[in-house]
């Protein structure tokens, strides 16, 4: 062997280079990490094509809260305990939410948008692509206490005094 690789059969320099290959591959792996976890704190880039399908525009959260706020009552059955459902509209399916109360949230607004002020049949799916999506019959309601004063009073042995007396 030549002179200048002689140093190579030393066991103490074999065990050196490979402490310090294990410690470059170390060194490696917590880069890795850091820059892992540093790009994870940053928010995400999205292609300028794709900017229209990313976070939703505060203003249209907004706005879909307040819609949302105008509905009185939902209930994942087809009737609403304390309420009469006097109309029904119609079904309302709405997709692509990040979460299930967004999806729900989502629901409410579009019912409201219909003219209903509740929800009845009421659930929620999750897709295969990690968004939610959310179902509903949208119908209008009326407390069953405002039913009741609405409703005629009971008949009894006394003549109402709007009606004609019995003439024979």
Known sequence: MSNWLQWLDDWRVKLLLLCALVALLVVIR???????????????????????????????????????????????TGNIPGYQITEQIEAVYVDGFRRPEEAIEGLKATAAMKGANALINVHHEHSTTGRHAAVGDAVIVRKLSDAKSASPPAESGEAKPDSKPHQE
């Open 30 to 76: 917590l880069l890795r990490r850091a820059r892992h976890w540093w790009r994870r704190r940053r928010p995400a880039r999205l292609h300028p094509k794709l900017q229209a399908y990313g976070d939703p525009d505060e203003r249209l959260v907004a706005e879909r809260r307040k819609q949302a706020a105008s509905i009185l009552a939902t209930s994942s």
